[in-house]
Nanobody, 116 residues
Framework: QVQLIESGGGLVHPGGSLNLSCVAS????????MGWFRQAPGKQRELVAR????????NYSDSVRGRFTMTRDVAKNTVYLQMNSLEIEDTDIYYC?????????WGQGTQVTVST
């Protein structure tokens, strides 16, 4: 059974940083496209960053490129999202995703709140 468990969310001021973690169990992250999504109440889930399976290539949405960095530690079966220069608009629930063709697994989400 595949499980993804996120952590690292919290409350920060604008300009601050957070580092999200997603630990996978029941599978190896290297075989999946691993992604971070975010979603606000009443809005569609939005792709923030993704690392394509079997590569180290990371892709980012325009809204976070240059501020967020996604990495993967295969030995720890964990992906990370380093978020710098956080803005109020980054406030959302952040979800970890593992995707292969039509199969998706999701974590439970971690809340990120950027506020003065």
């Amino acid at each position: 059974q595949v499980q993804l468990i996120e952590s690292g969310g919290g409350l920060v001021h604008p300009g601050g940083s957070l580092n999200l973690s997603c630990v996978a169990s029941g599978t190896l992250i290297y075989i999946w496209d691993m992604g971070w999504f975010r979603q606000a109440p009443g809005k569609q889930r939005e792709l923030v960053a993704r690392i394509v399976r079997r590569t180290d290539d990371a892709n980012y949405s325009d809204s976070v490129r240059g501020r967020f960095t996604m990495t993967r530690d295969v030995a720890k079966n964990t992906v990370y999202l380093q978020m710098n220069s956080l803005e109020i608009e980054d406030t959302d629930i952040y979800y970890c995703n593992a995707n292969y063709i039509s199969t998706d697994h999701w974590g439970q989400g971690t809340q990120v709140t950027v506020s003065t």
